[in-house]
């Protein structure tokens, strides 16, 4: 059992940033795969970033995703966001330690944190 809790949401004006940051229980956080989804309302959720146990990421438009094995913490930065950026931002991990961007690749999620971006 894994348990991964997200922090670092909250309100941003267009053009700013914000670093989400997700930290997670358990010995083995340096063999798991991670990545980051997200899901407006009444929308899909849709991948955002991963990053794989040996450091191989994979991610889309501005975000870039890191990790701090030490600190068991998987963070996704966030540069030049928009209003289209809002979202729910959830993190994931996968036992297998690769990437992917098909969130059934993924055995745990946390519960989520909100970024709104508005003028």
């Known amino acids: 059992q894994v348990e991964l809790v997200e922090s670092g949401g909250g309100w941003v004006q267009p053009g700013g940033s914000l670093r989400l940051s997700c930290t997670a229980s358990g010995r083995t956080f340096s063999c798991y795969g991670l990545g980051w989804f997200r899901q407006a309302q009444g929308k899909e959720r849709e991948f955002v970033a991963s990053i794989s146990a040996s450091g191989m990421t994979a991610v889309v438009d501005r975000f870039l995703i890191s990790r701090d094995n030490a600190k068991n913490t998987v963070y996704l930065q966030m540069n030049n966001l928009k209003p289209e950026d809002t979202a729910v931002y959830f993190c994931?991990?996968?036992?297998?330690?690769?990437?992917?961007?098909?969130?059934?690749?993924?055995?745990?999620w946390g519960q989520g944190t909100q970024v709104t971006v508005s003028s």
């Open positions: 994931a991990s996968r036992s297998d330690g690769g990437v992917g961007a098909n969130g059934a690749g993924y055995d745990y």
